[in-house]
């Protein structure tokens, strides 16, 4: 699954050197929500700082023992502080002093077998 994201920098981008393919890691708010997104790969040679707005599309959804995340693949688009454009707002509020609650949430209904479905 892909999805399109964008949100603003709230803590200091995190490098990670120890993994086999380069690997950068941020955290972005968008009103009262966080969610951690790894840039891999070329994008994670960006130059990104706390404050700038960061516009992604085509993030892969992946999951890891029982952890879903967002990265990068070879063709997610990101934008640094993107331009604003007719009828796309970009107005960010990040609340001050409350516990984020996790942008990115999937829920699957139930399997059904051969069964249940008549």
Do not use: W
């Amino acid at each position: 699954m892909f999805l399109d994201i964008y949100g603003k920098v709230v803590s200091e981008p995190v490098k990670d050197v120890n993994s086999a393919l380069q690997k950068l890691t941020l955290v972005l708010c968008n009103d009262d929500l966080t969610q951690e997104v790894d840039l891999l790969g070329e994008h994670a040679n960006s130059r990104v700082h706390v404050g700038d707005i960061v516009a992604l599309g085509g993030v892969r959804v992946s999951k890891y023992r029982e952890q879903r995340m967002l990265q990068t693949t070879f063709l997610t688009i990101v934008e640094i502080n993107p331009t604003r454009r007719p009828n796309q707002a970009f107005d960010i509020n990040c609340t001050e002093g409350e516990p984020k609650r996790k942008a990115f949430k999937l829920s699957f209904p139930a399997a059904k077998t051969v069964l249940h479905v008549q």
